[in-house]
């Protein structure tokens, strides 16, 4: 749940990225950084592999300042994608607002996809969370690739979207398609304000 | 230009531009025969000019006889010009028209050159009835070129329209490839890969690019040049500029959505608190309400937290004139906190402004006790010892002379005696009237206030003075609960019992009541007799003169004497002579009623 603590006057929205790993989830990070004024932003925070995977997970806090009386906070987490950081994910994931699932759209990838996907809900579900009340969004990602090697959105939507959430194609690398997403995906947290159960000290 | 610098062989053909180069090239191989006239369009840096160039050239390889021509627009109308300042108009006509592949570039140069328009209008016609081939070039398509004339862009709009995209990834790496060979530098095809992933606007950006990996490769001969290429992009998407107020609608999206979302009151109430808190105000009493699922009455609590800001800013400035340390104290910051910035204030008062106080002289001690003040020296023992608890308030009446004053003032000392941090105020009604009206004319009614409000302890003598003023009356009903309702002892004396206090208000009255009212006798004969003569200095009131005693004598008790013969109706409580007691073996736990 989005917290706004009306003791501070504070909104502050937490919104993972998931998805299978190499999916582009730390390059829709890298892309907001990047575009968000410095003065609006923390620094974001990796902590990664050798390999440049994101080991445990980014972390990107963003100002958008006094928003009706409220200053109102961002924080965008990603998860690790690869099988085996599944604790890790569990973690990052709790208490998310908001979801961004990237998928990759390699059609290579497919499997990882809707295996990452699985996961996503298997870990909603452990935490009493039900999928159907968390803002989600699906970010293809990667569609600047040739057209023989990713999938169009259409067949990614037969793929993955069975629950019919909002989809973007992106190229997180590039840039397209990123703020589209976290629009969207802001939106429909920051739609949830009103709720009483919203409502913290 | 169709020297043989920009040939076919020499563009990267792909999805964004194949469309552009197989008319290109088709037009090249029969010029006149395919498209009627190739328009082509793309932004700057994306290959137009090479491929007019290449076109142009690789015509004249095919057909060596064909005279070809290139111009840029902006050229072309330039020489119209000078031919037509010349008067050798016929002559440039004839230059052109004898042109079998004219390659114009830039036509978006023409914008506002209407002759030049129109010769080209010509030259087109002229050109398709000859069966020569004009090739166009634009950075945007003829739909977007606002300044031409209508005939002009039908006429470019006639044959094929072919745009050049940004390079995907495909023609970004055949470029890199090619121009690998064609510079022959030592690359790998890592390097060109991580290269080409970057998407670049226009070709002369990832020709850029490839210079300074070209360059810094040279400076780092030992570093794979895939992991220089990699450094190379970040600086690059760093460098980038920011894509136009991107952040800035996101931005403008979330307000949009959080305003929407929120409730209003909310949003009001929020506006609210940090207005407050930005002023330095603790909004503790706001905060609460933002919390409610319910609205409350906006106004109303706004309202009540602004008065509060106000009297603590009153408070503060009054703190402050009586003792500048009190300025900027928290507590003046702290709507929730004014009884304790008026407490504070009070006591700033007390120790710089003090309330009269009792005559240091007129003590307990230098009272003579007997059956007329009995009780009220009881009384007045009681009140000393538990001061506030015991009788509150303590009503002294008596007639003039009796002593009354002597005991309030000798109670005041007594407790100011007990504890010496004690502030008595001692004062007659006749001069708090005259206070009143003074503060009321200065405008410190507050200050006059606070400055009793701040003792511990009241005594008013003379209350019967109170008569007659209803704002007097007012004023004290309100000193006078305040020190009640707050434990502290209140002390008054009155010529007559509270019922008969005549033109005060029966609240006052009924409160006067509530406490315990004792009766002070008058001074008996010998009493006064055996008083010694002069009377001791400040004894005044205890020890009447001669003439006051003469007085009081004249004077019979007509209360007194009514109530002991019944009345003729009436309640038969009051009637009883058990429920009149007029002399006082003890107190305790008694009520006690006066006569009347």
Known sequence: ?201 | MLDGRFRFDTFVAGPSNRLAVSAARAVAEAPGQAYHPLFLYAESGLGKTHLLAALGFHATQVDPGLVAGYREAGEYAEQLEAAAGRGDLNAWRREWESIRLLLLDDVQFLEGHAEAQAELLRLIDHAQARGHQVVLASDRPPADLDGLDQRLLSRMSGGLIADIAAPDLDTRLGILHLWRSIRVVDLDDAALDELSRHEVANVRELLGLFNRLVAQRALEPGTPAAGIARVLLAQALDERPPAPDEFESFLNEVTAVVASSMEQWRVRLAATVARWAGEGYRTDALEPFLDGNEPPDLDAVEARFAGAVTQLRDLEQEAARLDPRLAGVSVFRDPQRVDEARAIVMRALAAYDPPPAAADHLTIDNLSPGARNQLALRAAGEVIALPGSRYNPLFLHGPPSSGKTHLAHAIANALVARDGAWTVAVVDAAALGDELIEAMRTGELERWRMRYRAADALIVDNVQFLAGSDRLQDEFFHLFNTFVDGGRQVVLTADVPPQRLAAVASRLQSRFEAGLVVEIGRVSEAEAVARYTPVPLGDEAAAPTIDAWFDDMGEPEPARATFLQPAATGDAFFLDPEKVVSEWPSMDGRVIEDPR
Do not use: W
């Open chain 1, 1 to 201: 749940m989005p917290v706004v603590n009306y003791a501070s006057r504070e909104i502050t929205c937490k919104i993972v990225y998931y998805g299978p790993g190499r999916s582009g989830k730390t390059s829709n990070l890298q892309y907001i950084h990047r575009r968000v004024p410095a003065a609006r932003r923390g620094e974001m925070m990796s902590l990664a592999t050798h390999g440049d995977r994101t080991l445990f997970f980014d972390f990107l806090p963003i100002d958008l300042g006094a928003i009706s009386g409220f200053t109102t906070r961002f924080q965008l987490y990603t998860v690790p994608g690869q099988v085996y950081y599944r604790s890790t994910r569990r973690l990052v994931l709790q208490g998310a607002d908001g979801v961004v699932f990237v998928a990759d759209s390699q059609r290579r990838q497919a499997e990882e996809n809707v295996e990452s996907y699985r996961d996503l809900h298997e870990a909603l579900a452990e935490q009493g969370v039900d999928v159907r009340d968390v803002p989600l969004v699906l970010q293809y990602n990667k569609q600047d690739l040739p057209p023989d090697l990713v999938a169009s959105p259409d067949e990614l939507d037969a793929l993955l979207n069975f629950r019919a959430v909002p989809t973007f194609a992106a190229d997180a690398l590039g840039g397209r398609g990123v703020f589209e997403t976290l629009r969207r995906v802001s939106e429909l947290v920051l739609r949830r304000l009103a709720t009483p159960a919203t409502v913290i000290r």
